[in-house]
């Protein structure tokens, strides 16, 4: 929604005007922000990756839902782009993808009815989505066979006490059969999702599931016309995904995709803690050169400075992710000037709605009316709470405003 010319407002931050400075408040805070290089930085090198690695990259888009980055990953050379609901996949279409990879269940006859109007809509898209049992696959034949349309399929392999996923070989085996037979559906291989898997040393059985998949791959290969997809890999063991499917038997002319999701952000929490933990284990990743750089932070301004000791700032719940740690701040600034912010000078203890609340180090200066940028940790759930991002340079200067489609 817009007012007059020079007032934009763009989801929950105002630009005042253009040329704009975050720093120089020219933009209402509080404000999500991509930094433009590091953004590219990430998406070249991850590409660089699947590339060396001889592998597909399809990005799991339901962490950004921003169009304008899913083209930017499409050019750089990913393969597809993942999502999680039809919903999801109808933005994808519609902002120009080639490929679209439901990985999920497709269910309900509302979501399926989308589906095949998106399919007829962008027919030249080649879009999958996952089945886990015979209902499903019966329910999904008999709406698009009546159709006259066929539905592409991954049949999905879980664990036991994870989340959707045939729960052994023999059951995912079957039902790749069933769904080779029936009419309105084609079978194009199997996906499987390694991160349900996340005890103290999780390794060794997300090795064992990898090396299960490959041999079932090579059972369900006959069933398959033409190429055979094996996909599995979020943001955290993608090397482990490369190295066991690499030298496992596969079915002939297996394409193997990888699906991380939040590398596009990176973050100063869980992802850079994962990120550290593959190089350390992964020298190709070493080799590569470069690396994965921070890229989404939050700019907020201290409204209060209450009693010695604690200064609140207004972000909170509603703008930030806090499930896995609470935003903190990485940088200081007054006056469009950044001051020497020294460790631990300012942390987060606590967070509402609308406030997050910092403890102050004895003689720190802090003033109402400061700007402090901050890191998050978990990409997917900042990125939710926006409909709007700010691309900025180094200098924080804002170079387009970016919208989401959650």
Known sequence: MKYQKHLLIDGKSAIMHQPASVLLEDVCLPAAVLKKNALLNNIEWMQRYADKRGVSLAPHGKTTMTPWIFQQQQQAGAWAIGVGSVWQASVAMASGMRRVLMANQLVGKANMALMSQLKQHFSQVDILCLVDSEANAAALSAFFAQRQQRLDILVELGVAGGRCGCRTPEQALNLAHRIASLPGLRLRGLELYEGVLHDDNPQPAIEALLRTAARLACQMGPLVEGEFLLTGAGTVWYDVVCNVWEREEKPPRCRIAIRPGCYITHDNG?????????????????????????????AAMVQSVPEPGRAVVNIGKRDSAFDAGLPQPLAHYRGGERLALPAQALVSVGIMDQHCMLEVREHYDVRVGDILIFGTSHPCLTFDKWQSLLLVDDEYRVLDSLETGF
Request: glycine fraction near 6%; charged fraction near 25%; charge should be negative.
């Open 270 to 298: 869980i992802y850079q803690a994962a990120q550290q933990a593959l190089r350390a284990r992964d020298t190709i990743a070493c080799e590569l050169g470069g690396d994965l750089d921070a890229a989404l932070e939050l």
